[in-house]
């Protein structure tokens, strides 16, 4: 029976091999060293990374501490068979990344839950860094410019975007920090049951850890709900115009 395969940003596949011929077709559409600039085909890779990372254990986070750009190289040079993608972080270093790998890997379901209660440690934090923002940045009708298109939002129209750092990466670079790249430590987090909707953590101080290491390295800006999600990606470091502080 053919597995399916559903990333981060909303794609999905009905199977291992539709995805893979995805990201076979898309390599294919760039050349040697060339740097893939669509937004869309960038925005795949990044969620496609996350997928590396909640299920491969070894070795550290492909994302490393943000994406600036994916590029199409050659394994140890130009006159090699073998073309692949790389993904360059912000600090300059890169390493390849196998989309063959990523696509076949299954995200353990102790990294999505563990995901699940770093996402309920910050909900509060965020709502509140967004009404803020809403005060600071608002005009007289309390309406915030898109960062991506320039239109006024209400309130209930924008969200936060992060720049750089994804919520998935900044949740696997915490747990690398914590020596936890090969598990969850047991009875960390608590799953969801008749009368808990979510998963959280049963340590109140471990989800204050995360939610003050979140806010540190978080970058995040004011986009509509609406906007899409490949021009919302963190490439190449956009600047925030109003940036919004945790």
């Not at 997928?51 to 130009?78: M, P, Q, V």
């Not at 600071?136 to 309130?155: Q, S």
Request: hydrophobic share 40%; charged share 25%; with cysteine.
């Amino acid at each position: 029976m053919a597995t399916a395969v559903t990333l981060s940003n909303g794609k999905s596949w009905p199977s291992h091999r539709a995805a893979l011929v995805h990201f076979q077709q898309m390599l294919a559409r760039y050349t040697d060293d060339q740097v893939v600039e669509d937004a869309n085909d960038h925005d795949d890779l990044a969620a496609l990374i996350e997928r590396y990372d909640l299920a491969i254990n070894a070795g550290s986070a492909k994302a490393g501490t943000g994406i600036d750009h994916f590029e199409r190289r050659r394994y140890g040079g130009k006159g090699f068979l073998t073309a692949g993608f790389w993904v360059v972080h912000t600090r300059g270093d890169a390493t390849d990344f196998s989309y063959v790998v990523a696509v076949r890997a299954h995200p353990k379901s102790d990294a999505q839950q563990f995901t699940s209660a770093c996402r309920a440690a910050v909900e509060p934090s965020m709502l509140t860094a967004k009404k803020r923002a809403f005060e600071r940045y608002g005009d007289n009708l309390r309406r915030v410019p898109c960062e991506l298109t320039g239109e006024p939002l209400a309130f209930e129209e924008a969200r936060l975007e992060y720049i750089g750092m994804s919520f998935v990466q900044i949740v696997v670079s915490f747990r690398a920090v914590r020596g936890w790249s090969h598990g969850v430590p047991d009875g960390a987090i608590t799953g969801p049951n008749d009368t808990q909707a979510v998963t959280t953590f049963r340590d109140p101080a471990m989800a204050e850890a995360f939610s003050k290491y979140h806010n540190v390295v978080a970058k995040l800006r004011i986009v509509a709900k609406s906007a899409n999600l490949a021009m919302a990606t963190g490439r190449r470091q956009p600047e925030i115009q109003r940036p919004v502080q945790p």
